[in-house]
């Protein structure tokens, strides 16, 4: 079993989103039972609350549907998960922090893992417009597909 843990800031826009794409990446390839996949966020402040309705908006429109509900991280994901991927620099400076010694986590920067799309990280969509959640969903397509070709290769 290989579990993934995506973070970002409210886990409403960018993780729930990378979650969902990475799902279904995996189960178009028939591996779902070989897989664990959350996502968390790093403030707890939309804990309980649905994606973001443009997140969700966006994502349809794609032949996506998020589901998840947002929670914060917990001390103990970093025992349960192997790979624990942030979505800028400021989640993994955050990641690092939270991170015990002797934890089996691997913390990853989801950029890391795209081939074709060139993004040093993949930006908060929050505060602005429509083209920053696009954006997010080119990048996360690329990176989710370079993450599950590392994890099988
Ligand atoms: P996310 O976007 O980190 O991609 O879920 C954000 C969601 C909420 C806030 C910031 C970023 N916020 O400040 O509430």
């Not at 074709?116 to 997010?136: C, I, K, L, M, Q």
């Not at 989710?144 to 070709?149: D, N, R, S, V, W």
Request: glycine fraction near 8%; proline fraction near 3%.
């Amino acid at each position: 079993m290989k579990s993934v843990l995506f973070i970002c800031l409210g886990n409403i826009c960018r993780s729930p989103m990378a979650e969902t794409v990475f799902r279904h990446i995996v189960e178009t390839n028939g591996a779902e039972t070989d897989y664990n996949i959350d996502s968390a966020g790093l403030i707890s402040y939309h804990e309980g609350e649905s994606a973001d309705s443009r997140m969700r908006n966006f994502a349809y429109q794609r032949g996506y549907h998020i589901t998840h509900i947002s929670r914060p991280i917990r001390t103990s994901d970093f025992y349960e998960f192997d790979y624990v991927i942030g979505m800028d620099s400021d989640n993994m400076s955050k990641l690092r922090r939270l991170r015990p010694d002797d934890a089996k986590a691997e913390l990853h920067l989801m950029t890391e893992y795209c081939r074709n799309v060139e993004a040093d990280v993949v930006p908060d969509p929050y505060y602005g417009g429509a083209a920053g959640f696009t954006n997010v969903i080119d990048i996360l397509e690329d990176a989710c597909q370079g993450l599950f070709e590392a994890l099988n290769g």
